[in-house]
Nanobody
Framework: QVQLVESGGGLVQAGGSLRLSCAAS????????MAWFRQAPGKEREFVTA????????LYADSVKGRFTISRDNAKNTVYLQMNSLKPEDTAVYYC?????????????????????WGQGTQVTVSS
């Protein structure tokens, strides 16, 4: 599997922006579909967005559509999450995830059962 390390979290005011990064190492990064999940205090981990291994296709949860953008740079083994117009309800630990099956679909990552590797998470706090 691939090893993942997130960075870029922090404290931001409502309406602000943050960009998260997820650096991958280990097995060939380019063959994996990638995703971001988040977990707020007292809540289950939830899907945020996913991107295909080529970077050509992506999928978003309704709660972030139009505000968040996922992208990847396969030359740098890195996936990004640009978060704009942040809201207090976006406060959570954000996790980077790689697909379990390199031959799977990026939309299967809507379910955490399709995840083979997780990062350690990075805290995002949005103040009102």
């Amino acid at each position: 599997q691939v090893q993942l390390v997130e960075s870029g979290g922090g404290l931001v005011q409502a309406g602000g922006s943050l960009r998260l990064s997820c650096a991958a190492s280990g097995r060939t990064f380019t063959i994996y579909n990638m995703a971001w999940f988040r977990q707020a205090p007292g809540k289950e981990r939830e899907f945020v967005t996913a991107i295909s291994w080529t970077g050509g296709s992506s999928l978003y949860a309704d709660s972030v559509k139009g505000r968040f953008t996922i992208s990847r740079d396969n030359a740098k083994n890195t996936v990004y999450l640009q978060m704009n117009s942040l809201k207090p309800e976006d406060t959570a630990v954000y996790y980077c995830a790689a697909s379990r099956d390199p031959n799977g679909t990026y939309w299967s990552l809507r379910s955490s059962t399709a995840v083979g590797s997780w990062g350690q998470g990075t805290q995002v706090t949005v103040s009102s």
